[in-house]
C-alpha cells in the first residue's frame, strides 16, 4: 500500500478513529520513509485535515472533541508521562487538591501516592474512580451531568459542590494555549466550570504538553497571567517560554 492517495486516506480514517497517529509507525505500514510520510502530513495539514505535532499527526481543534479520552491519553504519551511525575510531587503532606478532567490529569492522578491524608475534589469519575481505592485518599467527585468523552460533570450541581470547598492546588487539563489568547478548553460549560474551580484554590497548575501550544478549545478559560504555572515538555518553543514566563507564570519543561 504505498500509493499517495491511499496513504494519504489511511492517516486521515486513523486519525479520525484513533486521534493520532505516528510518522515512524505510518512509515513502517507503508514501507516508505519517514520523510515521504512527512511530506503526506504537511499536505494534509495545508487542507486543514489534520495538525502535526513532534513525531505524529493529531486532529485539529474542530475535530478533537470527538476523540474519546482513552485515545487522548496516547497522543504523546511519553510527554504526559514525565509532566505527571513531576506534578505529583507538589502534593504536600495532608493536602487538599482539586483536578480537573482530561488525559494529561488522568495520567497525573495514576501517579498519586498520598502522603498523610490526602483530600481530592474531582469533576471526573474516572479519576474519582481510580483513586476513591487508595487508603489514605478521600475523593469528593462533583455532581452534574455527565459528558461521555470526557468523563466529566458539569452543571449548576456542580457549580454549588465546588463552592462549598477550598483546596490549595488545581491541577487542571487544556485543549490549548497561547500567550496571546489564554488557556481553553473544549467546551463553554467546561471552561465555566475550571473557572469557579480556579476561585476554589490558591495555586493553578496547568498540565500539557508543548503540542497544545496554538491552539484554540471552544471556551476559554482566562489569560495566561491568571495561571501560577505551566507545566509541559521541552519542545516548547522558546520564545514563547519566555513569553509566558513574562508574564509572571513559573514554566516547568520536563
Avoid: W
Wanted: aromatic residues 6%; hydrophobic residues 35%.
Amino acid at each position: 500500500m504505498s500509493n499517495i492517495d491511499e496513504r494519504r486516506r489511511f492517516i486521515k480514517e486513523s486519525i479520525n478513529k484513533h486521534g493520532f497517529v505516528k510518522v515512524a509507525d505510518l512509515a513502517k505500514t507503508f514501507g516508505v520513509t519517514q520523510t515521504t510520510i512527512r511530506k503526506d502530513l504537511s499536505h494534509l495539514e495545508s487542507k486543514g485535515l489534520l495538525r502535526r505535532a513532534y513525531g505524529s499527526a493529531l486532529p485539529t481543534e474542530s475535530q478533537i472533541m470527538d476523540v474519546c479520552l482513552k485515545n487522548k491519553k496516547m497522543i504523546n504519551y511519553d510527554k504526559k508521562q514525565s509532566i505527571a511525575r513531576y506534578a505529583v510531587q507538589l502534593i504536600e503532606e495532608n493536602d487538599s487538591i482539586m483536578i480537573s478532567s482530561g488525559s494529561t490529569t488522568a495520567i497525573f492522578s495514576e501517579h498519586i501516592q498520598p502522603k498523610g491524608h490526602l483530600n481530592i475534589v474531582t469533576s471526573a469519575v474516572n479519576i474519582s474512580a481510580l483513586l476513591g481505592e487508595i487508603n489514605g485518599i478521600t475523593v469528593m467527585q462533583i455532581g452534574g451531568i455527565l459528558y461521555s468523552n470526557t468523563l466529566s460533570v458539569t452543571g449548576t450541581d456542580a457549580f454549588q459542590s465546588i463552592r462549598n470547598v477550598y483546596c490549595s492546588k488545581l491541577f487542571i487539563g487544556i485543549d490549548g494555549f497561547d500567550p496571546d489568547y489564554g488557556i481553553t478548553a473544549g467546551t463553554t460549560e467546561e471552561a465555566e466550570l475550571i473557572q469557579q474551580m480556579m476561585k476554589s484554590s490558591s495555586k493553578t497548575v496547568v498540565l500539557c504538553d508543548s503540542s497544545k501550544l496554538g491552539c484554540k478549545g471552544f471556551g476559554r478559560i482566562c489569560g495566561m497571567e491568571k495561571i501560577d504555572m505551566l507545566i509541559t515538555d521541552n519542545r516548547l518553543d522558546n520564545e514563547k517560554c519566555r513569553q509566558i514566563r513574562d508574564m509572571g507564570v513559573e514554566v516547568v519543561l520536563t
